[in-house]
């Protein structure tokens, strides 16, 4: 595997869980918005390797991530407390199924992430392609705490009438809703929840997803990847893979362990 040391350069805390690092750009490294490479630590020698979306863009000098700090995690324990100057190893090879060739093109693009899973859709926002592919899109948050609501700066940032941005936080209260709203909504429930019950398109005041004209991105964790899979596929949507290229795609923002509550 073609891994290249390169060196971290910024951090930034978001939340005692969550941090974005950046880092020097392997010379010749390619990838596409929404792609993820794996990278990984040497702390003994041994590289500990995990998969990580790449939240820059295809042109930017340097390469930006959103993790997670899982306090016994092999990884993060470790990588949470690194900082600038110090070595990270990266894998020269992107890949993903969250790239604009990965639905096709439509009317609205709908992704919705959990926690970390926002990561790759950041990287899409930032693409002036986003709307040659989309005529609107939609990007939905859900998180425990109103903190891990990481980039809501950059997003609100970017919010038009063609990109809305519907922030959602479960375990907080909080008053913090999508601020194009056209109505008042429960913004303590899951995303996913409110696209199946269509609210979703209510409270921005545009038509029902349909899978005949819009699109759906979903990198979330794996129940939450799961339960929508299954609901896409039970209305008519069509998933893409080896088969060929469907009007929605999925993948894992993590993977869990058998011990681990996924929600
Ligand atoms: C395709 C893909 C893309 C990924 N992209 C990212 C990313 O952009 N940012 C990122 O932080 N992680 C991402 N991950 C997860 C990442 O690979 C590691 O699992 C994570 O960095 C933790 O590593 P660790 O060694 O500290 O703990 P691990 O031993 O890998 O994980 C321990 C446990 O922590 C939990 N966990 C792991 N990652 C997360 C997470 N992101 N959010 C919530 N709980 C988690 C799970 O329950 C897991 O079983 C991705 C995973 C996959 C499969």
């Known amino acids: 595997m073609p891994y290249s040391e390169e060196r971290i350069t910024s951090t930034r805390r978001w939340s005692d869980k969550t941090f974005t690092f950046t880092t020097t750009r392997p010379e010749g490294f390619e990838f596409k918005n929404g792609q993820f490479v794996t990278l990984g630590l040497r702390p003994e020698g041994k590289l500990i390797p995990r998969a990580y979306s790449i939240v820059s863009e295809p042109e930017a000098e340097e390469l930006e991530f959103l993790s997670i700090h899982v306090p016994d995690g092999a990884l993060t324990s470790r990588l949470a407390h690194s900082g600038p100057g110090d070595s990270v190893w990266i894998n020269t090879k992107a890949t993903g199924s969250l790239t604009f060739e990965h639905v096709q093109p439509g009317r609205t693009l709908y992704m919705l992430a959990t926690g970390t899973g926002i990561a790759p859709f950041i990287s899409l926002i930032r693409s002036d392609a986003l709307f040659e592919y989309f005529e609107k899109a939609v990007l939905v948050h859900s998180v425990r705490t109103v903190q891990e609501l ?28 999508c601020p194009i709203a056209q109505q008042p909504y429960d913004n303590n429930q899951r995303g996913a929840d409110m696209f199946r019950s269509g609210e979703l398109f209510s409270i921005l005041d545009l038509p029902p997803a349909d899978p005949e004209q819009d699109r759906v991105m ?5 129940a939450m990847n799961r339960e929508m899979t299954d609901w896409l596929l039970e209305h008519g949507w069509t998933q893409t893979n080896y088969k060929g290229v469907g009007n929605f795609s999925v993948e894992q923002a993590f993977v869990t362990t058998m011990s681990d509550n996924d929600d």
């Open 150 to 177: 990481a980039y809501r700066d950059e997003i609100e940032s970017r919010i038009s009438e063609r990109l809305r941005y519907v922030p959602t936080v479960t375990r907080e209260n909080h008053d913090y809703a």
């Open 218 to 222: 979903l990198c979330g964790n794996p």
